[in-house]
């Protein structure tokens, strides 16, 4: 019989201070955990899905709306669901930070407590 280790994963950008803070809980928890730079190691279209289904959420509401990219470029057009999440994809800057996730649970860490509720 094989036993999986429950693994939490967050998707970090190093030069955030939120994004640092809520790595700091996940290593306070002492839990295995992976890190996803996902700045460089961008998530697929099916990943970030997955992630809008377990944060429970619409994809508008895991872009970073006041980014430049999004300002310049789509604020106020509308934008189907599937272009929102290939539209972050293409500009992953727009990709609200921390995200965590464990098991079935996920959480954005804004603010970074909420990040306690799930590990």
């Not at 994004?19 to 190691?41: H, I, M």
């Not at 895991?62 to 999440?85: H, M, P």
Request: glycine share 6%.
């Amino acid at each position: 019989m094989r036993i999986e280790k429950i693994m939490i994963k967050i998707y970090h950008n190093p030069r955030c201070g939120k994004s640092r803070e809520g790595l700091e809980l996940v290593e306070k928890s002492g839990k295995a955990f992976e890190v996803v730079k996902y700045l460089t190691d961008v998530p697929s279209f099916e990943e970030l899905q997955t992630i809008i289904k377990l944060l429970g959420i619409a994809p508008i509401e895991l872009v970073r709306q006041k980014e430049d990219v999004w300002v310049k470029n789509f604020k106020g057009k509308e934008v189907s669901d599937e272009a929102i999440i290939k539209i972050m994809i293409e500009n992953p800057i727009l990709i609200e930070r921390p995200i965590v996730i464990n098991g079935n649970k996920a959480v954005i860490g804004r603010p970074p407590e909420k990040i306690l509720d799930i590990v």
